[in-house]
């Protein structure tokens, strides 16, 4: 019973190192979506996936990339970190969006923080 | 851009107080969300409202929606420490083609035994 999971849970980052968040979804959900929450901010979409091979930015997409090449997994790349990348990033999936009552499936976050 | 506008941030009671948690948009909600998130964990759902006036209860929790589909309100009644956590709503909304979720920036509630 996995649902959503979301590796590393913790990462500490040099500015300017790369990395990958990873986060896979057994559910044989099609939408996936990859959120960042601060302190007083709530959760912001960075981008999102209606299905394999498909992704779109969201509300602060500058300094990520995302691929969609299977439904399970939908990674989350930094390109060169930055301290205002120090964040927690959270994973979640659902069933197709078009109904807009879908409930989100979070993964259990991964602590992010850039030196 | 519609945002959400949660109230208050943070609220600190004593177990078995009653609270009422708000979220307000700027335009007109197609349906609205409550998440509970604890600690060190991703949100977890509580309940869906999609039509104006509708009033969900989940055991001690209330949900209701706006007439005008504008604003919700979460009522908790004899609070206990268990329900701890940020509260969170969120809209979906769907313009220039973007489907996504947004977040409220959420009421961190402590309930204290």
């Known amino acids: 019973n996995a649902g959503v999971t979301q590796t590393p849970k913790f990462q500490v980052l040099k500015t300017g190192q790369s990395m990958t968040l990873q986060c896979a979804q057994d559910?044989?959900?099609?939408?996936m979506s990859w959120y960042r929450q601060d302190p007083g901010m709530g959760l912001r979409l960075i981008h999102y996936?209606?299905?394999?091979?498909?992704?779109d930015q969201g509300e602060v997409p500058n300094g990520y990339n995302v691929s969609r090449s299977t439904t399970e997994d939908f990674p989350l790349r930094l390109l060169s970190a930055a301290p205002s990348q120090t964040s927690v990033y959270f994973c979640?999936?659902?069933?197709?969006?078009?109904?807009?009552?879908?409930?989100?499936?979070f993964g259990d976050g991964t602590r992010l923080s850039i030196l | 851009t519609q945002l959400l506008e949660q109230s208050p941030q943070f609220l600190s009671i004593q177990e078995g107080e009653n609270l009422t948690v708000y979220c307000n948009s700027s335009s007109v909600f197609s349906s609205l969300q409550w998440y509970r998130q604890e600690p060190g964990e991703g949100p977890v759902l509580l309940v869906t409202v999609v039509t104006g006036g509708e009033v969900k209860k989940l055991k001690r929790l209330t949900f209701q929606f706006g007439d005008a589909r504008k604003d919700s309100s979460l009522h908790i009644t004899a609070a206990q420490t268990g329900d701890t956590g940020l509260y969170l709503c969120?809209?979906?909304?769907?313009?220039?083609?973007?489907?996504?979720?947004?977040f409220g920036s959420g009421t961190r509630l402590q309930v204290q035994p």
């Open positions: 996936s209606v299905g394999a091979g498909i992704t």
């Open positions: 979640a999936s659902s069933r197709d969006l078009s109904y807009s009552n879908q409930p989100q499936h």
């Open positions: 559910m044989n959900h099609e939408y």
């Open positions: 969120a809209q979906f909304h769907m313009d220039t083609g973007r489907r996504a979720l947004t």
